[in-house]
C-alpha cells in the first residue's frame, strides 16, 4: 500500500545541536515530496518541497532536506537548531496525477537549553 | 498580505448541534481545501474545490458534513448535527496553482463538541 512515514514521533535536541528528521515513502513512482512545520496554535507553513532535479533542496528558516531514491527517503535537517524551531513536522507526499497531497503522522520536536 | 483567514478560532457546542466554520482563502488562488486533525487520524483531507467547484469529496466523512464554496473569497464547513467525535481542529487551505504544491493554511478552527 501507498504510504509515509515518519518513524520518530518525539525528538528532543539541545539547542545549537544538528537535526535530522526521518521521513520514507512507499509508492511504485517518485513522488513529489514537502515538509510543513506546524508551531502550537497554529496551521502549516511549507518548509520546502522536492518535485526533481537537484536531490539536496534548500528551505526556509535554514532547514534543508536530501531526496534518496534508493533509500525512498526525504529527511529533513538542520544544522543548529533554536528554541523556535520547537514545533511538529509533517513530512508529506503527491503522488502525482490526481492524486492528492497524504501527510505522515508527524514528528514533534522539543527543543532544550 | 492576509494569509488564510479562518473564522472562529475556537467552537464550543453541545450535541447535536449545528456547527458553520468558515474560511476566507488567499485572494488570488483558486483551490481550497478543508482538513481536520485529529490525535487518533492525523491530518485528513475532508474536500477540495478547484475554481469554486468541488472536485473531491471522497473525505467527508458523513452526510452531516457539507461543504460550499459560493465565490472564490469565501467557503463553508457544516456540520449537522455535530457529535462528540467531530472534536477536532478544523484547518482551510488554499492554493494559487489549481493543486496541492503550495498550499498556504490557515490557523485553524478548534471545534470541541460536547
Known amino acids: 500500500a501507498q504510504s509515509v512515514t515518519q518513524p520518530d514521533i518525539h525528538i528532543t535536541v539541545s539547542e545549537g545541536a544538528s537535526l535530522e528528521l526521518r521521513c520514507n515513502y512507499s509508492?511504485?513512482?517518485?513522488?513529489?515530496l514537502f515538509w510543513y512545520v506546524q508551531s502550537p496554535g497554529q496551521g502549516l507553513q511549507l518548509l520546502l518541497k522536492?518535485?526533481?532535479?537537484?536531490?539536496l533542496v534548500q528551505g526556509i528558516k535554514g532547514f534543508e532536506a536530501e531526496f534518496k531514491r534508493s533509500q525512498s527517503s526525504f529527511n529533513l535537517r538542520k544544522p543548529s537548531v533554536h528554541w523556535s524551531d520547537a514545533a511538529e513536522y509533517f513530512c508529506?507526499?503527491?503522488?502525482?496525477?490526481?492524486?492528492?497531497?497524504?501527510f505522515g503522522t508527524g514528528t514533534r520536536l522539543t527543543i532544550i537549553p | 498580505d492576509a494569509g488564510v483567514i479562518q473564522s472562529p478560532r475556537h467552537e464550543v457546542t453541545e450535541m447535536g448541534q449545528e456547527v458553520t466554520l468558515r474560511c476566507k482563502p488567499i485572494s488570488g488562488h483558486n483551490s481550497l481545501f478543508w482538513y481536520r486533525q485529529t490525535m487518533m487520524r492525523g491530518l485528513e483531507l475532508l474536500i477540495y474545490f478547484n475554481n469554486n467547484v468541488p472536485i473531491d469529496d471522497s473525505g467527508m466523512p458523513e452526510d452531516r458534513f457539507s461543504a460550499k464554496m459560493p465565490n472564490a473569497s469565501f467557503s463553508t464547513l457544516k456540520i449537522q448535527p455535530s457529535e462528540p467525535r467531530d472534536s477536532a481542529v478544523y484547518f482551510c487551505?488554499?492554493?494559487?496553482?489549481?493543486?496541492?504544491?503550495?498550499?498556504?493554511f490557515g490557523p485553524g478552527t478548534r471545534l470541541t463538541v460536547t
Open positions: 508529506a507526499v503527491l503522488p502525482g496525477g490526481n492524486e492528492k497531497l497524504t
Open positions: 522536492y518535485f526533481s532535479g537537484d536531490t
Open positions: 509508492y511504485g513512482a517518485t513522488p513529489y
Open positions: 487551505a488554499s492554493s494559487k496553482t489549481g493543486g496541492f504544491y503550495e498550499q498556504y
